[in-house]
């Protein structure tokens, strides 16, 4: 069982009286630009090579001054986060809790506890309850040292991994990254990689074709969604995204469809989806109902760039018929606060 009021009790990583309180430390790896706004007394470096000894040095300066201090969510700060939090330091938070993510409204986690408890009693496993509770309580506290990590690579749950003779289908294939990590380890791959942001579909082209999967993978210039259409789309690199229409300037019309509709229109019959398409899941999930309904096929898919998608998107697929679901945190691109990754099978 979820116990909503051990969670919620815990000392928040940044009391009220902080919230205006002068910065005294940040410790990260980032330049000072990417701070959000923060104007620390002190730094440490991350990247500098003494940075691992000057760890007393810090937790002393952060019991003396009982002042907030911020650490860069990241791997190479875990150490430091369980150091902090076990000499007793009040404020050691993730430094990414004050980008504009809301993941960390505790009122917003009250709100949603009844279905948080719902999709927790759905997992398979102790290891995903423990993740899905490490997720929880670093989103209640800030403190990444409550974080329950995957022992296997993101996409390669043992129980629900893409083999070589699925029918793969890429939602948010960027640069052809996954493909890439995959091909090694299955021996070969095919099915759709779908990726809006020309830029990155310029790559994926080049990635597939370097791989020799352009007889096997067809990609995709659009984005997955819940209708085929066209929507507003601000680019960004690795974490281009869908935008409500007018929400922003620089943003481009792109092309989006549903699979439902691909697979229809190709006689294709996917067997292995993943889904990182950068906050769009729930709505390509929509897109894909009857897919998912009746060829039912393995699913990974991120649960971590809308706060309501790590219980939205479990109970979604529980109530069509979907028993077998484990979660995986991982921290393959350092940063733990990403990766959250949900995997589903419909057997």
């Known amino acids: 069982m979820l116990d909503m009021k051990r969670l919620l009790e815990k000392t928040p990583s940044i009391p009220a009286q902080y919230h205006a309180a002068p910065i005294r430390l940040v410790v990260s790896a980032r330049p000072r630009a990417e701070y959000f706004g923060l104007a620390p007394d002190m730094v440490c470096d991350l990247a500098a090579p003494d940075a691992a000894q000057s760890a007393p040095r810090l937790l002393d300066s952060a019991l003396a001054h009982n002042a907030p201090v911020f650490l860069d969510a990241q791997e190479s700060t875990l150490p430091l986060h369980r150091l902090f939090s076990s000499a007793g330091v009040r404020a050691c938070v993730d ?7 809301n993941m960390f409204d ?7 506890f009844p279905h948080l408890e719902r999709a927790y009693a759905l997992f398979a496993d ?4 423990d993740a899905f509770r490490g997720v929880l309580g670093y989103r209640i506290t800030g403190d990444a040292g409550l974080l329950s990590f995957a022992s296997y690579p993101v996409y390669r749950h043992p129980d629900v991994c893409p083999t070589a003779d699925d029918v793969f289908i890429d939602g948010g294939a960027f640069v052809g990254d996954t493909l890439h990590t995959l091909l090694p380890r299955l021996g070969g791959l095919r099915g759709l990689a779908f990726e809006p942001d020309p830029d990155n579909f310029a790559r994926l082209r080049q990635t597939i074709e ?3 999967l352009i007889r096997h993978v067809r990609p995709l210039q659009a984005g997955l ?3 085929d259409g066209e929507i507003s789309f601000a680019r960004a690199g690795d974490s281009s995204h869908i935008v409500a229409a007018g929400a922003a300037s620089g943003t481009v019309s792109v092309p989006v469809r549903s699979l439902d509709s691909v697979a229809q229109s190709l006689a294709l ?23 998912v309904s009746t060829l039912r096929p393995k699913l990974a898919v991120c649960l971590y760039h809308r706060p309501e998608h790590l219980w939205q998107i479990p109970l979604w697929l529980a109530e069509r018929g979907y028993r077998t679901l484990h979660l995986g945190h991982h921290t393959g691109g350092g940063f733990v606060a990403l990766d959250v990754v949900l995997y589903a099978r419909g057997d």
Do not use: C, H, N, T
């Open 95 to 101: 430094i990414s809790r004050y980008s504009v993510w």
């Open 106 to 112: 505790r009122d917003r986690i009250r709100a949603d």
């Open 126 to 129: 102790e290891a995903s309850r």
């Open 210 to 212: 370097r791989l020799g």
């Open 225 to 227: 969604w819940k209708e």
């Open 269 to 291: 019959r996917p067997s292995f989806v993943k889904l990182d398409v950068e906050g769009a899941e729930f709505e390509a999930l929509q897109g894909a109902e009857r897919v």
